[in-house]
């Protein structure tokens, strides 16, 4: 990171980063949520998303298009309309456009917008029309709102910490279901419906996790028996990753106690997208680009 400041430096980009007039301020209000006007843009963008949302749901139903399906026509354009203007100005503002196009909120916000272009361009592309309901993923731009960057932090921090137990857990059981799928497969065999160990191995999953949909049952007295020991274990293994979690969570919160609370922020690094930065920061914490001047207010 230091021989990027350097690099940066070298170059003479202000301190301030590359970012300047109505751009910066722009950059400011779409990609942090410290200013009042940041929050307005976050919590109107989470309602107008919530609504479009609401509209793809009732414009499925038979009765509701009926009736209505001039009005959900309206303001499905009115709210594309919106969310490409949003996009578009999000391009606009950052250093980098195609860093920010190819980034995960970069593409569902394109996904939000290309259905209802694509089904008025090509009719017989109506039916993705549906997937429209990809813009509630933008909702978890809630996320950057100051009032939920601790809790989320605490818990993008105790799943990371607790991905290897996870991990070794999974493995566990995919091992164990694997076998058991397959000496179902022995004992049961095709005349009972286990007709293949890929089959066998379905049957294990949803009888583990104690689903149990019922297409496939055995019949002897062997295969009731595998199937009772996997439901018992079914009760642990759903009990096990919460509490791998919930453990990480307890011991970071323990680990914090008594020091001094660090500010959370939502600067965000116009180079690298990432947030989180101090309020004293001057340059991005992953990639060493300078950061524009933190803009805040109460």
């Known amino acids: 990171m230091e021989r990027n400041k350097k690099m940066y430096q070298k170059r003479g980009d202000p301190a301030g ?15 942090e949520s410290d200013t009042r006007a940041g929050r307005w843009f976050d ?39 919106l969310f490409t203007l949003e996009y578009l100005l999000r391009l606009a503002c950052v250093p980098h ?31 993705l029309i549906d997937v429209r309901v990809l813009r509630l993923l933008r909702v978890f731009r809630v996320f950057k709102l100051t009032a939920y960057m601790t809790e989320y932090r605490g818990l993008a921090l105790a799943l990371h910490a607790s991905r290897r137990k996870i991990t070794v857990f999974i493995s566990g059981v995919l091992m164990v279901v694997l076998v058991l799928g397959t000496l179902m497969y022995v004992i049961e065999g095709p005349t009972n419906g286990f007709t293949t160990i890929p089959t066998s191995v379905y049957w294990a999953i949803t009888t583990m996790t104690t689903v149990g949909f019922g297409d496939i049952t055995p019949k002897t007295d062997l295969g009731r028996f595998i199937s009772s020991v996997m439901m018992l274990l079914g009760w642990g293994t759903l009990a096990v990753p919460t509490g791998i979690v919930t453990s990480e969570m307890a011991a970071q919160r323990q680990a914090t106690q008594g020091l001094a609370a660090v500010p959370v922020t939502t600067r965000t690094c116009p180079e690298c997208l990432s947030e989180g930065h101090l309020p004293e920061a001057r340059f991005c914490m992953h990639c060493g680009a300078p950061l524009p001047p933190w803009a805040h207010d109460v």
């Open 17 to 31: 980063g590359s970012l300047q007039g109505w751009r910066q301020r722009l950059y400011t209000i779409i990609f």
């Open 43 to 81: 919590q109107g963008l989470i309602v107008a998303i919530l609504l479009s949302v609401a509209v793809v749901v009732a414009d499925s139903v038979p009765a509701l298009h009926q009736h209505w399906s001039g009005l959900f026509t309206s303001a499905e354009w009115a709210f594309t309309l």
């Open 97 to 127: 456009p195609w860093r920010y196009a190819t980034s995960f909120f970069g593409i569902v916000d394109l996904l939000a917008l290309l259905p209802t272009y694509l089904a008025l361009l090509l009719p017989e592309a109506h039916v």
